[in-house]
Each structure stands twice: as C-alpha cells, then as structure tokens.
T-cell receptor, first 113, second 115 residues
C-alpha cells in the first residue's frame, strides 16, 4: 500500500526567508510524486510533479521540490517566501501505473510579514 | 480552457436526507475522480471513472454512496441517506490521460454539512 506523511501540521516562516514543507512517502513501485496547494475557498492547484529524471523539480510560483530516493522524501522548497504563499499544501503519491492518488494530511503554511 | 466545476459549493442537510453533488470535468478529460476530505484529515480517494465506466471504486465508504457518469461527461455523487460522518469537502478531479504521470486538475470542492 502507498502512503504519504506530512509531519508538520503548520509551518511558520518570515517573509523573505526560505521555506521548506516536508513530505515522505512509501510505495512498492516507482513513485510519482506531486505537490498541490489549496488557497482559502479554492480547489487544489497543481504545483509540480516528479516522474523521473532530475531530482530537483521546478514548478509554479517559484516553488521547487527535491526527490530523495534514499530518504523517500519529496520536500517542497522556495528560496524566498511571500505572504501570498500562505495556504494549505498537500503532498501526493502514485505508485507506478496505478491511478489512485494518495494524499498527505496537508501542511498549513503561514508566511509572516 | 474552463476548469473543473462543482455544484453546489456548499450544502447543509439533515441526517437522513439525500444530497446529490455534481462535477463537470475539463472538456476532453476522460478520467474523472472523486475525493473526500474530512475535517483536518487527508484527502481520500473515493472512485475513478474512465469515460462512463467505473475503473476503481475501492474508496467508496458504503452503499449509501452512488456515483454515476452517464454519457461520460459530467458526474454525480449521491449520498442517500446522509449520516453525520459524511460531512466534509468533496472534491472532483479530472485528467487527460490514463498514465499515472498525468496530474489531476481539481475543482473547488463541495462542502457538505450533515446536521
């Protein structure tokens, strides 16, 4: 069975500082990894994905994520946080060719002005 | 292109009543998914349609939930009769391809409150 863990319910960071939102996963096959963001009263928006290739994936709004196979992690990062980045972030995984996506519980990111 | 739309955005019903949620996927997306997020918990998969066929319905909680996608376009999710534990946000998503590499595009969700 596949699973995703987001160990932090909330992350607080000062505006302009780098941010990291953590995600670890467990799959039996090859992982397809995704990050989504949910702004208040909005649906989930796709940020980025890792399928294969370069371990550092760049996505929307200046976000990037690093795939680490040995640590089974896919942490979301941004060099300089903006107040507008404040939202709920979900990590998700698919096991190889299976269609079912498993999500983490979400991490609330609060960027403090 | 228009995104995934869901209706209603919010529904409040009493225990024992029936509610029907609707999802309109992105045009041309054969794959349609339903998910649910109960307050503070993870987003859980309910089921997956490919066109009008149910590909995977392993996440459906019980037989009070019925999903349909007649004609392979929009989908409905009916809860009958609703129970308190059915409260949560129901998301619909669609994707273009069947491969696991395709990202899913989500609608804004329907917040269901059962009192």
């Amino acid at each position: 069975a596949q699973s995703v863990a987001q160990p932090e319910d909330q992350v607080n960071v000062a505006e302009g500082n780098p941010l990291t939102v953590k995600c670890t996963y467990s799959v039996s096959g090859n992982p397809y990894l995704f990050w989504y963001v949910q702004y208040p009263n909005r649906g989930l928006q796709f940020l980025l994905k890792y399928i294969t290739g370069d371990n550092l994936v760049k996505g929307s709004y200046g976000f990037e994520a690093e795939f680490n196979k040995s640590q089974t992690s896919f942490h979301l990062k941004k060099p300089s946080a903006l107040v507008s980045d404040s939202a709920l972030y979900f990590c998700a995984v698919r096991d190889g060719g299976y269609q079912k996506v498993t999500f983490g519980t979400g991490t609330k990111l609060q960027v403090i002005p | 292109e228009a995104g995934v739309t869901q209706f209603p955005s919010h529904s409040v019903i009493e225990k024992g009543q029936t509610v029907t949620l609707r999802c309109d996927p992105i045009s041309g997306h054969d794959n349609l998914y339903w998910y649910r997020r109960v307050m503070g918990k993870e987003i859980k998969f309910l089921l997956h349609f490919v066109k009008e066929s149910k590909q995977d319905e392993s996440g459906m909680p019980n037989n009070r939930f019925l999903a349909e996608r007649t004609g392979g376009t929009y989908s409905t999710l009916k809860v009958q009769p609703a129970e308190l534990e059915d409260s949560g946000v129901y998301f619909c998503a669609s994707s273009r391809g069947a491969s696991g590499a395709y990202e899913q595009y989500f609608g804004p969700g329907t917040r269901l409150t059962v009192t």
